[in-house]
């Protein structure tokens, strides 16, 4: 299927798709895909040789904006079709995107395990602590108290820590960036990109539409990047400072080597497509 | 004394005459005990050394749980001719415990033949069979002191009453035990002979005889297998490369069996967290390129349902495997009914449809599986293949298939234009991944192909799949998805047809029931009525051009194991008219007598239009059960 | 000039003659502007005035992306007589942008007045409307130097062309804006006054006069609410106590209402983590002895089949409100179709009977609301409340309820015998939970009710709730869960009938569309042809009672909004004859001038049994739309 | 609903039911039933005033045995049922019970969620490493390289634990005990029971007819109590004991206060049944 070709050089246009993205004006998700854009020409991938697969939510509609293929799934299902897709086809890059709904709310089971296998995707949650789609009511990682339509006396629920999460649920590289820092946030892409196993990283993107709680304002009033002599080998270290109460960390929290879920099943085939008539005729045997 | 010959009486027997000895062409043995008594691999082996020697063979497995004590049961029916049901009464029963006994002796044939352990079973009103003791449990502690063996001696007594050919028994156990070591091989050569020696001194040659079956010549090619092996083995010969699952009976087997077959061929089998998950997975993997597959039960796909949606809206090739099981929720795991046709076809918000299959035979299972491989690349939608608990848990001898005569189907791929091969940049936006064509059916860009690159989705969309809601738009795209489906039914597989075509009654069923209103129908004829059958295998889109012929008889006959008719509320929409429903719900197959009853009724005149509900088992239903006073035990499913 | 009288000839205008001004009964007036420019907030005081005012009002709102540059739009229809559509084509169309204006022109009725800013639009192809300039973005910048308050100077502008008592919108402005401070109120007071303003000084008064509606007399007990908080107060006057829910368009509204009023009635909301959750814990509250409740749309009625499925085996009264959006997939959230049918009433594996009811109105939001909790509550089984998006978007005047005569259902609840009471103990297991009664109603026992112990389950089950898979169980209970919809059906509400009952052609139809066969019957009355009409509100169990004389007419038409025809194929299932299917399937509601083409073609010999499909829309569809060449925003949703 | 009773005092025969239990011979969920009935016992619970509520599996058939109020519903759904219970009948005990499939294969984004809102119940997860009740495959707690028809080449996916992702989800009680130590384990669910919050219980309860790894005897050579001087307060200390890797540590690892679900929903009541007719009136009117 892949055609060889020249060596090319890509340009960011080159990975802008011609559908405009049609997001709020100020919202946080153009800052994740430009971040998108410049780690993909940074490693000059050929895109069609990605995929960008997502679920469903206003975050869930970036695979439109990018010229790679792509998948939009349904709600909460990003991860399952994305495994599909990597283990189907590891010789592509697959990127998967979700927003804190879509990944932590109805998507909470998938994400578990898709880190427990270690699959080598790169999954970018773009964070803005409400359900944008929907106009606007709680999510799991909106925080205690916070006011919505659906929860008018506050949210009686503690917000789920995403970091926390992938770091106990096996994700083998743990970051987080932050919208307004597309330079930045391009990088921990790319650092997920070229990890071998689950990179996970959660993106504060806000809502300015409907999250007037976590602005851009606010965030930048709490965020720090983590220091520079950070321990990122240590998973005890990643935790604590995952679930630090007076700093909001950006950067890479942890990176671990495992074995990554496709190759131990690549590994563990013993024929190819050519064996297919050979083996039929010996289960038949079995049978006879 | 008689012994009823299942040639003409059995299965329908029970309410009809018996008449004298003649050769035997067909032969039912139910082996009966405890769940936990064995009595399934020599059951296995009994009927793969049957099928050796030539005959059809046809088995059926009761799990515990349905009846008091937990017994369970392995039926095996041998004959010389194609047989299409388990047969409803057993002619020969063989009962290892006095709950076996009391819950099974109700079903065997008038004037068939009791077997059992003199030391365990007192055998009551004795005055409509035979008896034959056979001290199994001390022929094994005893003379061979390996208790264990038990049920190899009750495997050669078995072999000795039908005259199997021993030979064929010595070579499968050497198979079986070999890798254990020599020493278990001869313990249960010696079980063996053992329960063979024991039923020759102890039957006269003239009973022998009447015991007899005529076998088939020997065939070399034919295999014994479960539906569920045949649709495994049909998902390898269709081309299956990826399988995503969740453990659930009944459906577990394929999944177990492409676990270990997969990789052979290279292919990849992931155990998902949950029915969702694994869907979700087979449809990246087919959006890969891969022909993706999973298996579930009615649960799964209940759970199912919003995912083959998105199957249905971003066109992606899969298959759904429904081993059904009887209803609702978590119902009855190990019983039968036919009861997800409804969700199989109807399943789903929206207007989405998709191609739904049904086997009506444990050959079916192979084929079709291969077909709804070809039928998911061709029209590029998901296809469920549903079984029922009958055909995917019983086995049958079926010729082995002919791999080289097998039509496989690609999808119709999407290649660059030469100068795209090169400048596949600019042609980006020019591929049309869901184009306009008059058969609905759109060339599908695999990823990793320079130019085709597009997003798959569910939201409604144009041609180059972005999100557009205009009224065009989603007129013209549910017409293209239904088109696809109207070209769809143009590639249905034969219905199974039967009996005579000129006949007044038609019946149309689906499923493992078609196996039953075969068998019905034959019966009939020997009393001089007739009727004919047709039973598709496409069950949506709906071959009505297959059904046209019957539903255009004066009697329509719709029997199901289900309570509503959910196949018959389907054809009813299609074509308006009257039809006689026939429906048994009671988490058991309908069975022929019954069935041969029902439509003698219409025959004769004695039962118009409308609705007939069946009893699901033979004999008094009160008697059998007590369902209040006995404790189930955990059916493991 | 001649302005088009909606009293006759609208909404079938288009096709029919344009007569001359008499005394207007309906006016239909559409506001069409950016996605953005808040034209939503102003249409709300508009309506609440003219239903203060007398007048009968329904509403529609068209959100962005199905046109052109995100323009959406309001539409109000006033009127003195009950309203059952929204208008096929608006008698006024006010344009704040040159988009507007070309997206929505087609469809203004001919004769009818085009309202426009002349800074924004050009109008084109004037000779078919008439025309008024109304500089909205110069009196609001320049004059009153607000440019936010342009949509109340064209509020003020719409009060005065029809005439409406300018107080009414005073005392609506002050009680929405008074909580921000009286200079907001002033503005707002100002930008009224200049639009009344304009619009008296710049239409004549014999035009006015062609505007002028006849309202009733003013009422006290109306109100002005969608079909969404119709549905919520229809929960909560039905004694709903606990909701679960996962947000989803349309049916957000519904979960939102209640999070704010649950807790005043000492009720409690939880927000699940998806539509499997929220059921789950209706399920478990329900047990608990609440009255629980959750809505959702297509996608979450799809994920919670399989707990569905659990709810009729554990027999649990719960209500599941599915708002309909255009599927499949997440398909269109913003759009309109009656697509899931067959899933509220077939999607569950197994044979799982529920009651499904639909509601017509507005009002029957309302009302059936409280139906469906208590059919939940008697019969001990999940209800499934469809509306759709027509119903449920639109804002509609209805009588305000009488709590006083509703009547509330309670389920059957298990008391102990009185020795019970002091020594439950000896008394465990003497209670049956699915005792076999004559209705299939078997009293429950509330957790806490000493004695009372038992095991809520989704396998089948005993009468005292042990997992008992044999026949004689799973047939009775299979029946005893049957017989219980055997018993709703007498309980089904009264169907919506109208028109001549000695008519020829009966019109058979569910939900929204049945307003749209009211308003063509009446059309089609006054061209001299007669029709009846004949819509359940109760679609499984099907009423077949209340279908009988309507099935027994020479032509049958059942208009839907789907592909397929679900409910046609429920019909016939049941009804063996031949009938006419009318679909449509755009994503927009079926308009009253398409149905009466399509009835009188039936009436005229022109259209025999079979399927007409209509087009979506007034107009050529392909001008209309050229969605390959447009970006669709993001609808939220 | 509720009957006012004189006191009594109840004995172990009086939580069993008239069904017998229908394990296999040697089946580790006999212990977890006894220690059940043990803890009931010791607190005098009323019968009827309890709910055990369970998922699909082997172990989820527990409440057919006790003699409670119970609700055995559908595969991964016991803490949504469980939640529903709870939260409209915070008056009543609610227990409820999982295999490891049920809990973190299939109800894995259940449980998340039902941790993080802190609802009081007692969560006991009969854990054998396999499917029983689908006569054994992989669980999301069997070990990588586990063998099973399912993975005949070994199990590719690392094991989840439990008890980490119960810590870092925000359970407020976590424990874990074994099943052959049945007294002690009826101590863990009582202070479970006894605990005002989400108290989660993982108990290896073996399977031996399908997991031949994780035994009875595998287990009693791996475990070890938590030691005396143990800090239950701390969530770190608690992870690193839960992720020990040269021990099975039993006991309870963590111990904290949090508001509960119940608690705030049940503060955010303005009214009661008796005001429905008026705020009908009220919301009436608004519309009007
Ligand atoms: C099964 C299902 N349930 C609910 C919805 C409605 N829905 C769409 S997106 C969404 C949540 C959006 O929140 P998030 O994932 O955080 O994305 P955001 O819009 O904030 O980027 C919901 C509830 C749906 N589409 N499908
Ligand atoms: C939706 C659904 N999928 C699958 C099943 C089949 N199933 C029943 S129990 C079970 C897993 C059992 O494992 P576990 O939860 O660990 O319980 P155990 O039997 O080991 O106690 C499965 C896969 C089902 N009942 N429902
Ligand atoms: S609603 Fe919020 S998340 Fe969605 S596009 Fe607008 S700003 Fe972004
Ligand atoms: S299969 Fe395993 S878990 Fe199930 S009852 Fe038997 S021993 Fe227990
Ligand atoms: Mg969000
Ligand atoms: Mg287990």
Redesign the pocket.
């Known amino acids: 299927m892949t055609v060889d070709l020249p060596v090319r050089h890509y340009e960011l246009d080159d990975y802008k798709s011609d559908e405009k993205p049609t997001w709020c004006p100020g919202c946080g ?1 153009f800052g994740v895909l430009n971040a998108v854009y410049r780690a993909m020409r940074t490693r000059n991938f050929a895109p069609h040789e990605v995929v960008a697969v997502s ?6 509609r970036i695979p439109y904006f990018i010229s790679t293929y792509g998948f939009h799934s ?3 299902r990003a991860t399952p079709v994305a495994t599909g897709v990597h283990v189907a086809r590891p010789d592509l890059k697959t990127l998967v995107f ?6 932590f ?3 909470a089971g998938h994400v578990v395990h898709a880190m427990r296998r270690n699959l080598d995707l790169t999954y970018v949650i ?9 106009k606007g ?1 709680t ?1 799991p ?1 909106s925080g205690i108290g916070f006011h919505t339509a659906t929860t008018p006396s506050g949210n009686p629920e503690q917000a789920l820590n995403p970091l926390a999460l992938a770091i106990t649920c096996g994700a083998t590289f743990v970051a987080r960036g932050f919208s307004a820092e597309p330079a930045k946030l391009a990088d921990l892409i790319l650092e997920g990109l070229d990890h071998k196993g689950f990179s996970f990283i959660d993106v504060y ?1 806000p ?1 300015p539409t ?1 999250n007037k709680v976590n602005t851009f304002k606010t965030y930048k009033d709490e965020v720090d990047w983590l220091p520079s002599d950070y321990d990122a080998s240590n998973a005890a270290n990643a935790l604590a400072h995952a679930t630090s109460e007076d700093k909001r960390y950006l950067g890479v929290f942890l990176r671990r080597e495992a074995p990554t879920y496709a190759e131990q099943v690549h590994k563990a085939h013993t024929g190819t497509e050519a064996d297919r008539a050979k083996v039929l005729g010996g289960m038949f045997k079995r049978y006879s | 004394m008689v012994v009823a010959d299942p040639k003409v009486t059995a299965p329908g027997s029970r309410h009809g005459e018996v008449p004298e000895h003649e050769i035997r062409t067909a032969l039912v043995i139910r082996v009966a005990g405890e769940a936990g008594e064995g009595i399934k691999k020599p059951g296995e082996l009994l009927i793969q050394a049957a099928a050796r020697a030539g005959f059809e063979v046809l088995t059926d497995f009761a799990p515990p749980s349905e009846i008091k004590g937990g017994v369970s049961f392995f039926q095996i029916r041998l004959s010389s001719r194609r047989l299409h049901t388990r047969g409803d009464s057993p002619d020969v029963l063989l009962c290892f415990n006095q709950e076996a006994f009391e819950v099974n002796i109700q079903e065997l044939v008038p004037g068939g033949l009791l077997i059992y352990d003199p030391e365990k079973v007192t055998p009551r009103d004795t005055s409509s069979y035979r008896l034959l003791a056979f001290p199994l449990e001390q022929i094994a502690s005893k003379e061979l002191r390996m208790p264990i063996v038990k049920n190899v001696v009750a495997l050669g007594g078995m072999a000795a009453l039908f005259q199997l050919d021993s030979a064929v028994l010595y070579d499968l156990i050497r198979e079986l035990w070999e890798r254990k070591g020599d020493a278990v091989v001869q313990t249960n050569f010696k079980a063996l002979e053992a329960g063979i020696k024991y039923v020759q001194d102890h039957v006269s040659s003239a009973d022998l005889e009447r015991f007899h079956v005529l076998p088939h010549a020997p065939e070399k090619n034919r295999m014994v297998v479960s539906g569920n092996t045949a649709t495994a083995l049909g998902a390898v010969a269709g081309g299956c490369n990826f399988f995503a699952g969740y453990p659930i009976t009944p459906a577990t087997d394929v999944m177990e069996i492409l676990a270990g077959a997969l990789p052979k061929v290279g292919g990849t089998l992931v155990q998902a967290e949950d029915e969702i998950a694994a869907l979700g997975m087979v449809i990246g993997a087919s959006y890969g390129g891969k022909k993706a597959m999973t298996s579930t039960s009615g649960p799964g796909i209940s759970l199912m349902v ?1 995912t083959l949606g998105l199957a249905t809206m971003s066109e992606t090739a899969c298959v759904i495997v429904d081993a059904q099981r009887a209803g609702p929720s978590t119902g009855m795991p190990t019983r039968h009914e036919q009861g997800d046709l409804y969700l199989c076809v109807h399943g789903g918000h929206g207007e989405v449809p998709r191609i739904v299959l049904a086997a009506t035979s444990v050959e079916d299972c192979f084929y079709l599986t291969v077909t709804a491989f070809n039928l998911a690349e061709k029209y590029q939608t998901p296809v469920i293949f549903m079984s029922d608990t009958v055909v995917c848990v019983r086995s049958e001898s079926i010729p082995m298939p002919d791999l080289a005569s097998l039509q496989i189907e690609n999808r119709l791929t999407w290649t660059p234009p030469a100068e795209g091969a090169t400048a596949f940049g600019e042609n980006e936006g020019a591929y049309k991944r869901y184009a306009m064509t008059e058969t609905g059916i759109s060339p599908v860009a695999i990823p990793g192909t320079p130019g085709g690159q597009y997003v798959g989705m569910g939201l409604e969309h144009n041609e180059r799949g972005r999100h557009r809601p205009d009224p065009r738009t989603h007129t013209q795209m549910t017409e293209k998805r239904f088109r696809k489906m109207e070209h769809a039914v143009t590639d249905a597989p034969e219905p199974v047809t039967h009996g005579d075509p000129d006949a007044d009654i038609a019946i149309v069923t689906w499923g493992s029931t078609a196996g039953v209103a075969i068998e019905a129908i034959d019966l009939l004829a020997a009393e001089g009525i007739s009727a004919c059958l047709v039973a598709p295998k496409m069950i949506s889109p709906l071959p009505r051009h297959q059904l046209v012929a019957a539903m255009g008889k004066k009697h329509v006959i719709i029997p199901e194991v289900n309570f509503r008719g959910q196949f018959a509320d389907m054809v009813q929409a299609s074509f308006p008219r009257e039809v006689t429903r026939i429906n048994v719900y009671g988490g058991r197959p309908m069975l022929v007598c019954h069935l041969v009853d029902a439509i003698r009724d219409v025959a004769q005149g004695r039962q118009g239009t409308g609705r007939v509900v069946l009893n699901p088992i033979i004999g008094d239903l009160d008697k059998l059960v007590t369902p209040d006073d006995l404790i189930a035990p955990l059916e493991r499913h």
């Open positions: 998700d679920g469903i939510g206003c975050s869930s349904v709600h909460g979700s927003g804190d709904g879509d990944a709310a109805i998507g773009m964070d803005n602590a409400i359900y944008g789609l929907t009511q999510s990682t993107s809502c409907f | 919003e």
